[in-house]
């Protein structure tokens, strides 16, 4: 006799075995949601003698759908290949092989995918005499699939590109249909035509899907909510699973209000909380409750857990952003060799270009590590690309970099014409920029002005490389070169273009390291140093730290984790603050972040940081200030500038001993070191930061704080 429920706890078997009627359960992180939905399945069929034909699941993801398969079929041992377990998509292409000819279409359609969406629009654009100068391709294409799902959204939109679009709309619509061709979003919207307008066929799976059940329902749009209201049947057996707290796919059109609605169109739902974590410990989940207890409009839950309190959570605060990056390498390396494996680390950020310095002194301890659902800083398009430009402003004869930038962004310079001048190069053993002033003996007039346009456009470079700061210097490139503009018809534009901006960080950091080398010096120290990068971070890692955004580590989980750059403007995100819906959902980020943690969690940052080439001092994240103190341990910079100030008995004296203070005076060499603890005449018991020539920065106890003074000052002794 199979046990289903052995493994579930007593709110767990509730969620299974409410199987009448609309059914929400509130799935906490951690909490098992889906042995609930693989064992209210199989429960369904087993104990209820319910036809696997008759049960729709529905998820996001085809990882998702096959794990559900396999502990089904694990669990009470069916060929669970038939069944409706699936993405919305999937089960939306299964119904219209069936009955889209309701439609018009016939049963072999065939989808398309995003290319191909691009291109048609391309076609139309240029078939109707659209400049797709003007009007981008990848823009238009956005706009018409975003009307497939809110059609209101035509009335924002600005002549001409209004008009523009209502046109390529209706054409791109029309040539679908006339090539019985079908996109991701027809696969959605024709499905809803076809229930909302054939009563007959919305009845027939009205009554073939007894029971449905939705997997992460807050990431449900509008869309796919209307879907599942078409396919419940008449005794609304729908269970939902899902988390408000975990919503944080806004931007992709996810609504959180679809709980809800759900609570609003089914008013006699059933509400089950699943609130016991089988991942972290109680810690970990104190400190999530008290962060996401502070959002508005959710079901309120607090998780707990039965694998102990565990050790405190550790805020390190870095007086830079480099001491910030140092403490996490130097832990994880610490942690290794206690028995940990680089595997069970991930370092959590809220925006790409963070990798960067993680990348660089990861790389530096070798530190083994891989970038999760993105590339290598250092291998991203938008860096290869701002890098070549580099590498030609310093040699005019870098053919391989000439090749990247020429036609990067567009310049009306194709092909044939890089051939002809090349071949030109190589016959006469030229240059390339030679053989651009002769390139009137190959090329015709405008092509060989543009060529001109472009060798002066990178010959100014070089002069302003020695008249403009590193910061105006990236500046000028990237405005005279077209660069940036060309980034406003990229659907990753404001990504590559923050990518773009770290490179002034690599600069400016550098500058400060190597005052001694020209600026010529200093970038060929760099190009060579960041090639040396980019290859290393070619290596496949077996055994690696993850790094990811916040974002992508939904649904995973690591033994240790670092969340970074907790500070305001950084995490949360500056633009947020101007939205409590927009803040509301940095803070679910948070929260997502902290629940992948099973064992260890660093909340990182730093005093200072060096941002897009520019220094700012932020305050710590609000999300750090709303976890109890007790359940964190203060590391680094906070854990000596917010200790109460209290006199050493040396200098409490009223009158100094006199033999102290010669000895003091006399002493003129201070051997210090990072880490070290000092005693200040003055200030009192600091600890040194950082040590630099005859500087040295100390942090003291308030109200003094950091201060920069010379190593060697007759008022400092080691203690």
């Known amino acids: 006799m199979i046990n289903l429920f052995k493994n579930l706890n007593e709110n767990q078997k509730e969620a299974v075995l409410k199987t009448e009627g609309p059914v929400i359960a509130i799935a906490g992180a951690g909490s098992g949601k889906t042995s609930v939905l ?302 940990y494996t680089y595997n069970d680390f991930a370092i959590l950020y809220r925006a790409n270009s963070t990798s960067r310095m993680f990348e660089e002194v990861f790389m530096q301890k070798r530190i083994p590590y891989r970038i999760y659902g993105n590339t290598s800083f250092f291998k991203r398009r938008e860096i290869k690309d701002f890098t070549a430009y580099l590498r030609l402003i310093i040699n005019n004869n870098d053919a391989y970099s000439f090749m990247r930038v020429i036609t990067n962004p567009k310049r009306g310079i194709g092909a044939i014409t890089i051939d002809k001048l090349f071949n030109l190069a190589a016959n006469n053993d030229l240059d390339i920029f030679v053989a651009i002033d002769r390139a009137n003996e190959v090329l015709g007039k405008s092509v060989c002005n543009k060529l001109l346009d472009f060798k002066n456009m990178i010959l100014d470079f070089r002069v302003k490389l020695d008249e403009l700061s590193f910061n105006d210097f990236v500046d000028y490139i990237l405005d005279k070169s077209g660069y940036v503009k060309s980034l406003e018809n990229d659907e990753k534009g404001d990504v590559r273009y923050e990518n773009l901006l770290e490179f002034k960080t690599i600069l400016s950091e550098n500058e400060q390291i190597y005052k001694d080398l020209s600026k010529e010096s200093l970038l060929i120290y760099l190009l060579e140093d960041i090639s040396l990068k980019s290859e290393e971070s070619k290596k496949d890692i077996i055994d690696g730290v993850t790094f990811m955004t916040l974002h992508s580590a939904k649904g995973l989980e690591f033994k240790v984790v670092f969340i970074v750059t907790l500070e305001m403007g950084m995490f949360p995100l500056g633009r947020s603050m101007q939205s409590r819906k927009d803040f509301e959902e940095e803070r679910r980020l948070m929260y997502v972040g902290v629940t992948r943690t099973k064992e260890l969690l660093f909340l990182t940052n730093a005093n200072v940081r060096q941002t897009f080439g520019e220094i700012s001092r932020n305050k710590d994240s609000c999300f750090i200030n709303e976890i109890n103190k007790e359940l964190i341990d203060v590391r680094g910079y906070s854990e000596y500038v917010n200790k109460p100030y209290r006199e050493t008995n040396f200098f409490s004296k009223k009158v100094l001993n006199v033999a102290k203070l010669e000895s003091l005076n006399n002493y003129k060499k201070n051997d210090l070191n990072k880490g070290e603890r000092i005693t200040h005449t003055k200030f009192g018991v600091g600890l040194v930061i950082s040590v630099t020539g005859t500087h040295c920065i100390i942090a003291f106890p308030q109200p003094y704080g950091i201060k920069k003074l010379l190593k060697d000052h007759p008022a400092i002794s080691k203690n």
């Open 38 to 339: 693989t064992t209210r399945i199989a429960y369904l069929i087993f104990e209820k003698k319910i036809h696997f034909e008759n049960i729709l699941a529905i998820t996001f993801t085809n990882k998702a759908a096959n794990e559900m398969k396999y502990r089904v079929r694990q669990t009470i041992g069916i060929n669970t290949s038939q069944m409706w377990i699936s993405t919305f998509h999937s089960m939306c292409a299964k119904i219209l092989r069936e009955h889209i000819e309701f439609l018009g279409y016939k049963k072999n359609f065939q989808i398309i995918d995003d290319d191909d969406v691009k291109q048609l629009v391309k076609s139309i654009l240029k078939k109707n005499n659209y400049d797709i100068k003007i009007y981008k391709p990848k823009i238009i294409k956005n706009i018409v699939l975003k009307l497939k799902f809110d059609n209101d959204l035509i009335e924002d939109i600005e002549e001409p590109v209004k008009s523009v679009v209502k046109l390529v709309s209706r054409k791109y619509e029309e040539n679908l249909y006339r090539n019985n061709l079908v996109d991701f979003e027809n696969l959605l919207t024709l499905t809803i035509e076809l229930l909302e307008n054939n009563e007959p066929l919305r009845k027939y799976y009205n009554e073939k899907f007894q029971y449905i059940l939705v997997d992460e329902f807050q990431d449900t749009n509008n869309v796919q909510y209307k879907l599942v209201n078409l396919l419940v049947g008449e005794k609304q057996n729908i269970f939902i699973v899902g988390d408000e707290d975990q919503s944080i796919y806004a931007f992709r059109g996810a609504n959180i209000e679809n709980i809800n609605k759900f609570k609003r169109d089914y008013p006699n739902f059933h509400l089950v909380l699943l609130e016991e974590n089988y991942r972290s410990t109680n810690t970990i989940l104190k400190a999530a409750n008290q962060i996401i207890e502070n959002n508005t409009k959710r079901v309120p839950k607090k998780l707990f857990s039965n694998l102990g309190n565990g050790k405190q959570i550790t805020h390190f605060k870095g007086v830079t952003a480099r001491d910030e990056v140092e403490f996490v390498a130097l832990k994880v390396l610490e942690l290794v060799r206690k028995g």
